[in-house]
């Protein structure tokens, strides 16, 4: 079975501050990982995803995470917050190979201040 | 392309009424998810289909919800009767895992949702 685990439902940084959303993941199989972003009134969005290649992906607005297996961690990171970046996001985690389904954690909200 | 797009964005219904929701996935994509969104649980997978077939719906909360797919560009989430405890919000979702450099890695494309309020 899998599963995620986000630590902390609410985060709060200052404009230009790092940004650091906690996951941590459950997975009898090599799992793959994403972070989606979910903006007020929409769907989700995907920001990035972990595929068993390079440990420390990049995606969308600046964002990265880094897989580290021995931690069974995928935090999400940003070097400076932008006021746009709040949002909520979600830690997912699905199996490796063939078809599978996405699980999700239970989301971090954060919010950015002046 | 459009994107996944769904239907209606807000319904608000009485309790034991029928409800619909609708979905269009990507052309192209050959699976789909039906998803729900509470405060309280979070993003739950309710279903999803590949190629137009019902691969897991043990999500479904009960026999008062049915999904169903019958072509690769449409699909329905219908809840019968309704109850206060439905209302949620309701996403769809689409993805293609044909020519994908990397088979399974299901990226999900959501639509905006359907808000669900059953008085």
């Known amino acids: 079975a899998q599963s995620v685990t986000q630590l902390g439902s609410h985060v ?9 959303l906690r996951c941590n993941y459950s997975s009898s199989v090599p799992p793959y990982l994403f972070w989606y972003v979910q903006y007020p009134n929409q769907g989700l969005q995907l ?8 440990t420390l992906v990049k995606g969308i607005n600046g964002f990265e995470a880094e897989f580290k297996k021995s931690e069974t961690s995928f935090h999400l990171t940003k070097p400076s917050a932008h006021m746009s970046d709040a949002a909520e996001y979600f830690c997912a985690v699905s199996r490796s190979g063939g078809y599978n389904k996405l699980i999700f954690g239970a989301g971090t909200r954060l919010a950015v201040h002046p | 392309d459009a994107g996944v797009i769904q239907s209606p964005r807000h319904e608000v219904t009485e309790m034991g009424q029928e409800v619909t929701l609708r979905c269009k996935p990507i052309s192209g994509h050959n699976s789909l998810f039906w998803y729900r969104q509470t405060m309280m649980r979070g993003l739950e997978l309710l279903i999803y289909f590949n190629n137009n077939v019902p691969i897991d719906d043990s999500g479904m909360p009960e026999d008062r919800f049915s999904a169903k797919m019958p ?6 989430l219908k809840i019968q009767p309704s109850e206060p405890r439905d209302s949620a919000v309701y996403f769809c979702a689409s993805s293609s895992d044909l020519g994908d450099r990397v088979p399974g890695a299901n990226v999900l494309t959501f639509g905006a949702g359907s808000r669900l309020t059953v008085l």
């Open chain 1, 47 to 54: 920001l990035l995803k972990y595929t068993s290649a390079a």
């Open chain 1, 12 to 20: 709060s940084v200052s404009e230009g501050a790092l940004v650091l």
């Open chain 2, 71 to 76: 072509n690769a560009s449409f699909s329905t």
